[in-house]
């Protein structure tokens, strides 16, 4: 079993940054890929970004490419979401999830075994 804790979310104005954090506790932390799903109200839950477990490779959703940046602490049991530049569609409840495939090239919420509650993202205009 794997528990994931997401933090770090909240209120900011577009253009602005956030960072959230998933603390991973349980079985081994740096044998999962680890991602970020976000679902805004009304619509279904997307892949944000992807890593691997060792953290040398990463994957993105293209409405987010260049803005946000996901990477690991496996000495942390910690995966972070950099988010810049935030939009008012970036809006949303925010997951981290992990998988037991090691490659990065995950994208599909069923690839993954485990999930956070989530953490509220809202961008404002």
């Known amino acids: 079993q794997v528990q994931l804790v997401e933090s770090g979310g909240g209120l900011v104005q577009a253009g602005g940054s956030l960072r959230l954090s998933c603390a991973a506790s349980g079985r081994t932390f740096s044998s999962y890929a680890m991602g970020w799903f976000r679902q805004a109200p009304g619509k279904e839950r997307e892949f944000v970004a992807a890593?691997?477990?060792?953290?040398?490779?990463?994957y993105y959703a293209d409405s987010v490419k260049g803005r946000f940046t996901i990477s690991r602490d496996n000495a942390k049991n910690t995966v972070y979401l950099q988010m810049n530049s935030l939009k008012p569609e970036d809006t949303a409840v925010y997951y981290c999830a992990a998988s037991p495939w090691r490659t990065s090239q995950l994208a599909e919420d069923y690839e993954y075994d485990y999930w956070g509650q989530g953490t509220q993202v809202t961008v404002s205009s």
């Open positions: 890593i691997s477990w060792s953290g040398g490779s990463t």
